[in-house]
């Protein structure tokens, strides 16, 4: 057994030496003797005595009553009092100190020993039971439990955490109050209070359980599940001393119970439904009502209506009540209907609740008034608290809505939880999914009924075959073509049925298209009668995997149309030819040429009739037997036609037997067959053109007459046009060579003569022109008004003189100057107009750049001041977000934060494309991805383009990477879609743009010189406008070549545009279809390089133990930048003022480190700044920041001495990094 160390306070000596002798006799470790109280404290704290003899009367300030209170108290060390004698008043005070006994002196060796161990063992067993107290404590205080001790006479003495948190109630406030004032149950389906248990339990002595249905009502009100157990607290004798009540929260538990049963009714609901959707037997309504019945009691709301859309959506259209389920005792919504335009509110989303208030709400303003009534009587009139809307789509159409009503009369109103909503989206979907493959079936039935039908009823030759070239399907008219019945055809190849040459000729093309390709070809047969041309498309057939498993031909009889073809090229030819021969004769000879495509012409000759002295002239005779160089006058076959005015086909025996009787001579050779069309000028002849044979009688029939009669109107007209040409050209000689055009106009301002220079100048002829009001006097562009001034001006004799815009013939637009004046005859009559046109676009062009570039400068001027503030903003929300980022640690959150933070990148690069767009910074070439500018560039396009334009993009968004400078590939998109959007200023279209990554091969790459085989990314943009002329189409690339009216465009888009191109490698390609539309493509070269993360971290950000001002007059960006380098190490003093930062500095200059300044600042910019800082240490480093200046840059900034130049907004790591760079580098130098 250890000795027991004591520790003895007497202040007599000799007392104090013989208890110590004593002691030590007796085997017992004094440590000491002490004299004062003051020193009994002090020394028990470090000798750690096992026991203290304390004399109550001591030397110094305190007595040894003080002293043992204090040492209780510091270090509960047992004390026994010595004491020879002592009042009551000192006994008390004794008493409080709670001493282990007292010794009186004098003292007998046994009375004090025993004393002295009844002390040890007593506080032996007092530290036994204070730990077993503690420990008991930390129990009750520790488990997840609420615990409450009462009294015999329901007292409460005892609460753990748990039961304060529960309960609301603090122990201290909870202490000595009945249980019932403190612990409130009540039952969980009637609400009413439920007596507690402790009771029962004290008085029977049995634990008791309590119902799951409790409910305990916290100090608050606030109600809480809980599972509760009553047990007796007994003493040693077992004896009830009181209950303790063990309860937890039963909310989680009940949760579960409710969400699984939640789950099961559901699955339960889906099955009948599915069950319900295979009945075939069903019709849509049927299954629409039985899907009501089985949702409405499931749901336990009062009614359920399928309401059909009735008429236009958008228009006069209402939703009508045709289906429904009600509870008992609900009142019916069948029949009641409800105009769209109120609905039609509630159904833009796929599930709407809403009540009286929020669906006012929801209404605009200026509808509110007309819609509030209708909505206030109908919720009236059904009873309705509240609504669930769901809009009910058949292949994506809005064909009517589900509404489930909770009336306000109802009883266990159910909540519209996300679960309630789920289970009616997922209802709604099972029944319009059955319903829309049931209308698909049908729809594929009908489909394939109408292709059958077609089939067999298409005039056109129609053959399916397989990958043999074997058929499988031929329609009737394929048969009628052949004289073959299927029968005879199908299983066999061409080549079985119309042999090897023409087997193989076509098996040639059945591989084209079985590898793929559409053929589009014409081919001729020989049947009796002569030839017939067909025009035939075949195109590969595909299985549903994309595996061509046959072709499908329509072969089509266009016969007919290539003649009427060949005559319109005729006509065509015939007509130009006036504009293209010389004379009369070389028009004639054309005109043989050209009909020798549809009738023979080898004997061919043209008679011209002089009306007015009843002659006739052979200006043109080809034959091969008779050689006029004169016309006799007589009775001729000719002057017949003339005479009748009507064409004459004759064989021989014809000839001779109007000879006979005396109607013609016979003049030279009598034909086989002679044919004669009379060529007319409105009702008059003016001449006969003849096509005769000496040799094959049956050379020329009817139908060639009639071919002959369709053109000889044409060459009628060609022959006077020649005739006035001839005569033009004799009085045009004068004025032919002047420089400016030249127009003679009558006194009605119709155009009677243009010189070369005009049809230079506008690029039409005076053919186009002649006959025609001069755009000059019905100028569309400036009104009729205007045209009247000009008009009434020179009609009065006065001379005009002014500017207009015009349109050349190919539609581009040109400025002209323009003088105009009156002509008179001899009698002052006015009788024509001349007027003078100059060319002044270039003129105009030059004022036109400089309006650009004026205007430029001031878009400059806007971007570079938004530029500036947007930056200030980007950075507060940057910043912010770093700083929340470091703080977080929720996933969810940091990734949320990292969306923010990467669209702060983004919008601080879409700041650097609008300054480099308006050419305030250069951009730099570099590997990307163009799918997001072109994304972005839709969007900007989206808010300008009206309505009427639809849209439409296929973009791939993980497409190679390309080295090109964004903003020019934003200015290539903007152009190519502006240049789009104007082609369909007239009416509705649609924009489509499509991004792909592509493969050009050799065959392509040798179309195109600039381009090399290998990938390329291709961005084309299309429109359904106007389409561009043919004529036009190898200038549009031309700088200020345009269509547009003056003043509407400069020309520099597309050629922009292919600047852009040539500079990226690339190529641009465009197809267009007057009146169809235009696809501009564009081939970029794909590089090889991966994108980075630009907000990905790369290692920890450097930070350090300097001091730094920052100077900025945004407060957020002070206040964040302070925060963010402070958690760097920095110590960081932030100013708004650039005044107070310079005095700040002066105060200290060589506190700082280093200075962060703005640019951009009042009274004093960041550069000014700088230089009165660097006046007074010129070692400081500096950083310069800005959005935007125009009066600083980074050579600027160099110059002046300042360390490092940036560009807002500042994002962490750059900052951080930066900094650590500026102060090492400056640390180095100093060294």
Same mark, same amino acid.
């Given at each position: 057994?250890?000795?027991?160390?004591?520790?003895?306070?007497?202040?007599?000596? #000799?007392?104090?030496?013989?208890?110590?002798?004593?002691?030590?006799?007796?085997?017992?470790?004094?440590?000491?003797?002490?004299?004062?109280?003051?020193?009994?404290?002090?020394?028990?704290?470090?000798?750690?005595?096992?026991?203290?003899?304390?004399?109550?009367?001591?030397?110094?300030?305190?007595?040894?009553?003080?002293?043992?209170?204090?040492?209780?108290?510091?270090?509960?060390?047992?004390?026994?009092?010595?004491?020879?004698?002592?009042?009551?008043?000192?006994?008390?005070?004794?008493?409080?100190?709670?001493?282990?006994?007292?010794?009186?002196?004098?003292?007998?060796?046994?009375?004090?020993?025993?004393?002295?161990?009844?002390?040890?063992?007593?506080?032996?067993?007092?530290?036994?039971?204070?730990?077993?107290?503690?420990?008991?404590?930390?129990?009750?205080?520790?488990?997840?439990?609420?615990?409450?001790?009462?009294?015999?006479?329901?007292?409460?003495?005892? &609460?753990?955490?748990?039961?304060?948190?529960?309960?609301?109630? !603090?122990?201290?406030?909870?202490?000595?109050?009945?249980?019932?004032?403190?612990?409130?149950?009540?039952?969980?389906?009637?609400?009413?209070?439920?007596?507690?248990?402790?009771?029962?339990?004290?008085?029977?002595?049995?634990?008791?359980?309590?119902?799951?249905?409790?409910?305990?009502?916290?100090?608050?009100?606030?109600?809480?599940?809980?599972?509760?157990?009553?047990?007796?607290?007994?003493?040693?004798?077992?004896?009830?001393?009181?209950?303790?009540?063990?309860?937890?929260?039963?909310?989680?538990?009940?949760?579960?119970?409710?969400?699984?049963?939640?789950?099961?009714?559901?699955?339960?609901?889906?099955?009948?439904?599915?069950?319900?959707?295979?009945?075939?037997?069903?019709?849509?309504?049927?299954?629409?009502?039985?899907?009501?019945?089985?949702?409405?009691?499931?749901?336990? /709301?009062?009614?359920? =209506?399928?309401?059909?859309?009735?008429?236009?959506?958008?228009?006069?259209?209402?939703?009508?009540?045709?289906?429904?389920?009600?509870?008992?005792?609900?009142?019916?919504?069948?029949?009641?209907?409800?105009?769209?335009?109120?609905?039609?509110?509630?159904?833009?989303?796929?599930?709407?609740?809403?009540?009286?208030?929020?669906?006012?709400?929801?209404?605009?303003?200026?509808?509110?008034?007309?819609?509030?009534?209708?909505?206030?009587?109908?919720?009236?009139?059904?009873?309705?608290?509240?609504?669930?809307?769901?809009?009910?789509?058949?292949?994506?159409?809005?064909?009517?809505?589900?509404?489930?009503?909770?009336?306000?009369?109802?009883?266990?109103?159910?909540?519209?939880?996300?679960?309630?909503?789920?289970?009616?989206?997922?209802?709604?979907?099972?029944?319009?999914?059955?319903?829309?493959?049931?209308?698909?079936?049908?729809?594929?039935?009908?489909?394939?009924?109408?292709?059958?039908?077609?089939?067999?009823?298409?005039?056109?030759?129609?053959?399916?075959?397989?990958?043999?070239?074997?058929?499988?399907?031929?329609?009737?008219?394929?048969?009628?073509?052949?004289?073959?019945?299927?029968?005879?055809?199908?299983?066999?190849?061409?080549?079985?049925?119309?042999?090897?040459?023409?087997?193989?000729?076509?098996?040639?093309?059945?591989?084209?298209?079985?590898?793929?390709?559409?053929?589009?070809?014409?081919?001729?047969?020989?049947?009796?009668?002569?030839?017939?041309?067909?025009?035939?498309?075949?195109?590969?057939?595909?299985?549903?995997?994309?595996?061509?498993?046959?072709?499908?031909?329509?072969?089509?009889?266009?016969?007919?149309?290539?003649?009427?073809? &060949?005559?319109?090229?005729?006509?065509?030819?015939?007509?130009?030819?006036?504009?293209?021969?010389?004379?009369?004769?070389?028009?004639?000879?054309?005109?043989?040429?050209?009909?020798?495509?549809?009738?023979?012409?080898?004997?061919?000759?043209?008679?011209?009739?002089?009306?007015?002295?009843?002659?006739?002239?052979?200006?043109?005779?080809?034959?091969?037997?008779?050689?006029?160089?004169?016309?006799?006058?007589?009775?001729?076959?000719?002057?017949?036609?003339?005479?009748?005015?009507? =064409?004459?086909?004759?064989?021989?025996?014809?000839?001779?037997?109007?000879?006979?009787?005396? !109607?013609?001579?016979?003049?030279?050779?009598?034909?086989?067959?002679?044919?004669?069309?009379?060529?007319? =000028?409105?009702?008059? /002849?003016?001449?006969?053109? #003849?096509?005769? =044979?000496?040799?094959?009688?049956?050379?020329?029939?009817?139908?060639?007459?009639?071919?002959?009669?369709?053109?000889?109107?044409?060459?009628?007209?060609?022959?006077?046009?020649?005739?006035?040409?001839?005569?033009?050209?004799?009085?045009?000689?004068?004025?032919?060579?002047?420089?400016?055009?030249?127009?003679?106009?009558?006194?009605?301002?119709?155009?009677?003569?243009?010189?070369?220079?005009?049809?230079?100048?506008?690029?039409?002829?005076?053919?186009?022109?002649?006959?025609?009001?001069?755009?000059?006097?019905?100028?569309?562009?400036?009104?009729?008004?205007?045209?009247?001034?000009?008009?009434?001006?020179?009609?009065?004799?006065?001379?005009?003189?002014?500017?207009?815009?015009?349109?050349?013939?190919?539609?581009?637009?040109?400025?002209?100057?323009?003088?105009?004046?009156?002509?008179?005859?001899?009698?002052?009559?006015?009788?024509?107009?001349?007027?003078?046109?100059?060319?002044?676009?270039?003129?105009?062009?030059?004022?036109?750049?400089?309006?650009?570039?004026?205007?430029? !400068?001031?878009?400059?001027?806007?971007?570079?001041?938004?530029?500036?503030?947007?930056?200030?903003?980007?950075?507060?929300?940057?910043?912010?977000?770093?700083?929340?980022?470091? %703080?977080?640690?929720?996933?969810?959150?940091?990734?949320?934060?990292?969306?923010?933070?990467?669209?702060?990148?983004?919008?601080?690069?879409?700041?650097?494309?609008?300054?480099?767009?308006?050419?305030?910074?250069?951009? !730099?070439?570099?590997?990307?991805?163009?799918?997001?500018?072109?994304?972005?560039?839709?969007?900007?396009?989206?808010?300008?383009?009206?309505?009427?334009?639809?849209?439409?993009? %296929?973009?791939?968004?993980?497409?190679?990477?390309?080295?090109?400078?964004?903003?020019?590939?934003?200015?290539?998109?903007?152009?190519?879609?502006?240049?789009?959007?104007?082609? &369909?200023?007239?009416? %509705?279209?649609?924009?489509?743009?499509?991004?792909?990554?592509?493969?050009?091969?050799?065959?392509?790459?040798?179309?195109?010189?600039?381009?090399?085989?290998?990938?390329?990314?291709?961005?084309?943009?299309?429109?359904?406008?106007?389409?561009?002329?043919?004529?036009?189409?190898?200038?549009?690339?031309?700088?200020?070549?345009?269509?547009?009216?003056?003043?509407?465009?400069?020309?520099?888009?597309?050629?922009?545009?292919?600047?852009?191109?040539?500079?990226?490698?690339?190529?641009?390609?465009?197809?267009?279809?007057?009146?169809?539309?235009?696809?501009?493509?564009?081939?970029?070269?794909?590089?090889?390089?991966?994108?980075?993360?630009?907000?990905?971290?790369?290692?920890?950000?450097?930070?350090?133990?300097?001091?730094?001002?920052? /100077? %900025?007059?945004?407060?957020?960006?002070?206040?964040?930048?302070?925060?963010?380098?402070?958690?760097?190490?920095?110590?960081? /003093?932030?100013?708004?003022?650039?005044?107070?930062?310079?005095?700040?500095?002066?105060?200290?200059?060589?506190?700082?480190?280093?200075?962060?300044?703005?640019?951009?600042?009042?009274?004093?910019?960041?550069?000014?700044?700088?230089?009165?800082?660097?006046?007074?240490?010129?070692?400081?480093?500096?950083?310069?920041?800005?959005?935007?200046?125009?009066?600083?840059?980074?050579?600027?900034?160099?110059? &002046?001495?300042?360390?490092?130049?940036?560009?807002?907004?500042?994002?962490?790591?750059?900052?951080?990094?930066?900094?650590?760079?500026?102060?090492?580098?400056?640390?180095?130098?100093?060294?």
């Amino acid at each position: 057994m250890l000795e027991k160390k004591i520790l003895i306070i007497e202040d007599d000596h #000799v007392i104090g030496m013989e208890i110590k002798d004593r002691l030590e006799t007796l085997g017992y470790n004094v440590l000491t003797r002490l004299s004062y109280g003051e020193d009994a404290i002090e020394q028990a704290g470090d000798l750690h005595p096992d026991l203290i003899l304390m004399d109550i009367q001591l030397a110094g300030e305190i007595d040894g009553i003080q002293a043992a209170d204090k040492i209780r108290d510091l270090y509960d060390v047992p004390v026994v009092y010595l004491t020879a004698y002592a009042d009551d008043n000192t006994l008390e005070r004794a008493k409080i100190t709670e001493p282990f006994g007292y010794v009186l002196k004098p003292f007998e060796e046994r009375e004090l020993v025993s004393t002295i161990e009844m002390a040890l063992y007593k506080h032996v067993i007092e530290q036994k039971l204070k730990n077993n107290e503690r420990w008991l404590a930390t129990t009750l205080k520790s488990i997840g439990d609420g615990v409450i001790a009462t009294d015999t006479e329901g007292r409460i003495i005892f &609460m753990n955490p748990i039961a304060e948190q529960l309960t609301g109630w !603090e122990q201290d406030q909870a202490m000595d109050k009945s249980l019932e004032s403190i612990f409130c149950v009540i039952d969980e389906e009637t609400k009413m209070p439920l007596q507690n248990s402790d009771d029962q339990v004290i008085h029977r002595g049995t634990i008791e359980r309590i119902p799951a249905e409790t409910i305990l009502l916290s100090k608050d009100g606030v109600e809480i599940p809980i599972l509760e157990t009553v047990s007796p607290i007994k003493d040693e004798l077992g004896e009830n001393t009181g209950a303790v009540l063990v309860f937890q929260d039963n909310t989680e538990r009940k949760k579960a119970q409710r969400k699984l049963a939640l789950q099961n009714r559901n699955n339960q609901l889906r099955a009948d439904l599915w069950k319900l959707a295979s009945d075939k037997t069903l019709l849509e309504e049927e299954l629409i009502k039985k899907m009501l019945d089985h949702v409405g009691p499931v749901l336990n /709301v009062s009614r359920v =209506s399928y309401n059909k859309l009735i008429g236009n959506y958008l228009e006069d259209g209402k939703y009508k009540c045709i289906i429904e389920w009600c509870k008992k005792g609900t009142k019916s919504t069948l029949g009641v209907t409800l105009p769209a335009k109120i609905v039609n509110y509630f159904v833009k989303e796929k599930i709407t609740v809403v009540n009286r208030e929020s669906a006012l709400e929801r209404i605009p303003t200026a509808f509110r008034s007309v819609a509030k009534p209708a909505i206030i009587s109908f919720e009236k009139l059904n009873n309705i608290e509240s609504i669930l809307i769901v809009p009910f789509r058949i292949k994506n159409e809005l064909i009517g809505i589900l509404s489930f009503d909770i009336c306000k009369d109802q009883k266990k109103k159910p909540e519209w939880t996300d679960e309630l909503k789920s289970i009616v989206l997922e209802a709604t979907d099972i029944v319009a999914t059955y319903i829309t493959q049931k209308r698909t079936q049908d729809d594929l039935r009908i489909s394939e009924e109408r292709f059958k039908t077609i089939f067999q009823t298409i005039p056109d030759s129609v053959f399916i075959k397989d990958r043999h070239s074997t058929y499988t399907h031929v329609n009737p008219a394929m048969e009628k073509r052949y004289n073959k019945s299927f029968n005879e055809m199908e299983g066999f190849t061409d080549e079985e049925i119309f042999g090897e040459k023409i087997g193989q000729q076509n098996r040639r093309t059945d591989l084209k298209v079985l590898n793929g390709e559409i053929v589009k070809e014409e081919y001729s047969e020989q049947v009796e009668g002569g030839e017939t041309i067909f025009d035939v498309v075949e195109v590969p057939m595909r299985n549903q995997q994309g595996e061509i498993t046959g072709l499908c031909g329509i072969a089509r009889d266009i016969t007919e149309r290539k003649k009427v073809e &060949m005559i319109q090229q005729v006509l065509y030819e015939i007509s130009n030819a006036v504009n293209i021969t010389k004379n009369l004769f070389e028009l004639f000879k054309s005109i043989q040429s050209y009909l020798g495509k549809v009738v023979d012409t080898s004997n061919f000759f043209i008679a011209m009739y002089e009306k007015d002295n009843d002659s006739i002239s052979l200006p043109y005779h080809i034959d091969e037997k008779d050689k006029f160089k004169t016309f006799p006058v007589g009775k001729t076959l000719t002057r017949y036609v003339i005479k009748n005015k009507k =064409s004459y086909l004759v064989k021989t025996e014809g000839v001779k037997k109007l000879a006979k009787n005396g !109607e013609i001579e016979i003049i030279g050779n009598i034909p086989k067959v002679w044919l004669g069309v009379p060529l007319k =000028s409105g009702a008059e /002849v003016i001449g006969v053109m #003849v096509v005769q =044979s000496y040799t094959n009688s049956s050379l020329y029939t009817n139908e060639h007459l009639e071919i002959l009669e369709l053109i000889s109107g044409q060459i009628a007209l060609a022959i006077d046009r020649k005739r006035a040409e001839e005569e033009r050209v004799r009085l045009a000689t004068a004025i032919e060579n002047a420089a400016e055009g030249v127009l003679i106009m009558d006194e009605k301002g119709s155009i009677q003569y243009a010189n070369p220079a005009f049809e230079t100048i506008t690029g039409y002829s005076l053919e186009e022109s002649k006959g025609k009001i001069s755009r000059i006097l019905k100028s569309g562009k400036k009104g009729a008004k205007y045209n009247k001034e000009i008009w009434d001006k020179i009609s009065n004799g006065e001379i005009w003189n002014g500017y207009i815009s015009s349109k050349k013939k190919n539609n581009s637009s040109y400025e002209e100057e323009i003088t105009i004046s009156p002509i008179r005859d001899e009698g002052g009559k006015i009788i024509n107009y001349v007027a003078i046109r100059r060319d002044v676009t270039e003129q105009k062009r030059l004022a036109d750049q400089l309006r650009q570039s004026q205007k430029m !400068e001031a878009i400059g001027t806007l971007a570079g001041g938004i530029a500036h503030d947007f930056n200030n903003i980007i950075g507060a929300i940057s910043g912010y977000t770093e700083l929340t980022m470091d %703080d977080v640690t929720n996933e969810n959150s940091l990734r949320n934060l990292q969306q923010v933070l990467k669209a702060s990148h983004r919008a601080k690069d879409l700041v650097q494309q609008i300054l480099a767009f308006s050419r305030l910074t250069e951009q !730099e070439w570099k590997p990307l991805q163009i799918c997001s500018i072109v994304k972005e560039t839709l969007k900007l396009l989206r808010a300008s383009l009206p309505a009427t334009i639809e849209i439409r993009q %296929d973009i791939q968004s993980n497409s190679s990477l390309i080295l090109a400078d964004p903003i020019q590939i934003h200015s290539l998109m903007m152009n190519l879609s502006t240049n789009a959007h104007h082609a &369909m200023l007239e009416k %509705d279209g649609i924009l489509e743009v499509t991004l792909k990554e592509v493969e050009i091969g050799a065959e392509m790459a040798l179309l195109h010189q600039e381009l090399a085989p290998g990938k390329y990314i291709r961005l084309s943009v299309s429109d359904t406008g106007t389409g561009i002329n043919p004529e036009i189409m190898d200038r549009i690339f031309d700088p200020y070549f345009t269509t547009k009216e003056v003043g509407e465009g400069s020309g520099m888009g597309l050629a922009l545009v292919h600047g852009i191109v040539k500079n990226h490698h690339g190529e641009i390609t465009v197809e267009s279809e007057l009146g169809k539309g235009t696809i501009f493509s564009v081939f970029l070269p794909v590089i090889q390089k991966e994108v980075k993360d630009k907000t990905k971290k790369v290692g920890n950000i450097p930070g350090g133990d300097e001091t730094i001002l920052y /100077v %900025d007059d945004e407060k957020n960006l002070v206040r964040v930048s302070k925060q963010r380098l402070e958690r760097l190490g920095y110590t960081v /003093v932030g100013t708004m003022d650039s005044i107070e930062a310079l005095k700040i500095f002066t105060k200290d200059p060589d506190y700082f480190d280093l200075i962060i300044t703005d640019q951009t600042m009042p009274k004093m910019t960041g550069a000014e700044l700088a230089q009165k800082v660097l006046k007074i240490r010129p070692d400081i480093p500096i950083i310069l920041s800005t959005g935007y200046s125009e009066l600083i840059s980074k050579e600027k900034s160099k110059a &002046m001495g300042i360390s490092e130049f940036i560009m807002k907004p500042l994002f962490a790591e750059e900052i951080a990094t930066l900094i650590r760079s500026v102060l090492d580098k400056n640390n180095r130098s100093e060294e």
